[in-house]
Each structure stands twice: as structure tokens, then as C-alpha cells.
């Protein structure tokens, strides 16, 4: 097995990434899609790494989906449903604002996702900038889930990036994160989610007002075992078997 990854940037901005976790035979074919995919960019780098071990999760979280009037009311929802997920409205406040100012303490969006502490609100990630990334993760069969997805109504502008999302997401709560907020910092794309064990995976919008490049992602986290916790969502290779 071999993992391949994508990262995308234009004037030194990241646009567009992407990975896959597939047999050998299947690299130059993958390779060709995954440079396809960034719609413009100055630079591309294309990662491919030997797979010596990976975990399998056996099926991915349940997707739901809510629209809301308008931003205000979405976030409401994502006060009361994270409460269900044990997370106070206090800290959900304070992921809510920092996504919606930007994540990265010099202004703007990160590479990766805050690690937030559960209980105080206190960010735990190394690096404030960079971020923690969850990588090494995809489906066992990714075309079946996409049809799949299909048909329960997913338009198809939206499949690629769905299909990612929830694999991130699942991986996440599989390696212990509690819960997590996210939304993208595409202008046009206005539907973000949360996601917990209890919730499963809630896509919801809008999660942002339109043309706003600002996003990002947020995990609620214990502090304890948190170096555990990074090196699961960065290093473990894991595929999904199939959807919920």
C-alpha cells in the first residue's frame, strides 16, 4: 500500500489538498487525479510514502444534515448540539469566534486544526500557525461510497470534499478527539459541520456568510495523553471500510 498526498498552494497560501491511501498498481493513476484537482495554484507537492501497517475502522460516523435562515441560527444550533456532546456553551463561544476571526495568531487561516481544551478553552497544539494535521486516512473503496452518498441525495459539486470531510472526522473520533467544529475557508462554500461520537457527523448551513476566506477547524481535547492523541491523528494510517 502506498500514502499519497497532495498539498496545493498559490502566493504562498494553501488552496487545495487532497490524499489517498491505495494499492501500488493504482499510483500513477491517483497521482494524475490528485494534480487535476487544485483549480489554480504556483506550486503543488505530491507526497508518497510505503504503507507499513494500517488500522481499519469499520465504518464510518452517520451523516445528518440541517440548513438554517442564517449564520446566527446555525451557530445556536451548534451550542445546543455540542452540549449534548459535553461541551459547554463557554467553549463552544470561544471556538465559534476563533474560527470566525481566523485561527492563526498573525491573522487568517492555519494549515491545520486548533486543539482545544475541553474544559478551560485553553489552545494546546505545539505550533499556533501550523496547527495539527489528521492525515493518513481514506476509504477502503471510495467510488462505493460516493455512489452511496449519491444516493442519499449528495449533489455531486459537493461528493469529493464530503467524502474527505467525513473521513477526517471519523478518523478524529477514533483517535479520541471529543468533538469538532469546522467549516472551510472557501469563499464560496458556506456548509461546515460537527462531529462527536454521540452526534456523528452534522453538516450544517450556513456555518459562515458568503465570501468570507476565513476557516478552519477546531478539535475539543483532553489534555491528558495529548502527544498520543497528535501522533494518532498525523502518523496512524487507517482506512474506512464502508459508510455508516
Not at 492563526?104 to 489552545?123: F, H, I, Q, S, Y
Not at 465570501?211 to 477546531?218: A, C, D, L, T
Request: aromatic share 6%; proline share 4%; with cysteine.
Amino acid at each position: 500500500m502506498r500514502s499519497v498526498r497532495m498539498r496545493a498552494e498559490l502566493d504562498g497560501r494553501h488552496v487545495s489538498g487532497a490524499e489517498r491511501i491505495i494499492p501500488h498498481y493504482e499510483l500513477e493513476k491517483v497521482v494524475v487525479e490528485l494534480l487535476k484537482r487544485p483549480k489554480r495554484y504556483d506550486k503543488i507537492v505530491i507526497t508518497v510514502e510505503r504503507v507499513e501497517s494500517l488500522e481499519v475502522i469499520p465504518k464510518s460516523l452517520p451523516i445528518k444534515s440541517y440548513d438554517f435562515a442564517n449564520v446566527s441560527q446555525a451557530h445556536e444550533f451548534v451550542i445546543k448540539k455540542l452540549k449534548d456532546a459535553g461541551i459547554s456553551e463557554e467553549i463552544t463561544k470561544k471556538a465559534l469566534k476563533l474560527l470566525s476571526e481566523g485561527p492563526n495568531p498573525k491573522g487568517g487561516n492555519m494549515r491545520g486544526a486548533v486543539l482545544m481544551d475541553v474544559k478551560t478553552g485553553e489552545r494546546l497544539e505545539p505550533d499556533q500557525e501550523r496547527g495539527i494535521r489528521t492525515t493518513r486516512i481514506d476509504w477502503r473503496n471510495r467510488n462505493a461510497v460516493k455512489e452511496a452518498l449519491k444516493e442519499r441525495g449528495i449533489k455531486k459539486v459537493y461528493l469529493e470534499r464530503l467524502v474527505d470531510a467525513l473521513a477526517i472526522a471519523t478518523k478524529n473520533i477514533h483517535c479520541g478527539i471529543i468533538a469538532e467544529i469546522c467549516w472551510s475557508d472557501d469563499p464560496e462554500y458556506i456548509t461546515g459541520y460537527i462531529a462527536s461520537k454521540e452526534l456523528g457527523y452534522v453538516r450544517i448551513k450556513p456555518m459562515k456568510e458568503e465570501n468570507v476566506p476565513i476557516g478552519g477547524r477546531v478539535y475539543f481535547v483532553n489534555r491528558t495523553d495529548l502527544q498520543k492523541l497528535i501522533e494518532c491523528l498525523e502518523r496512524k494510517v487507517m482506512l474506512i471500510e464502508q459508510l455508516f
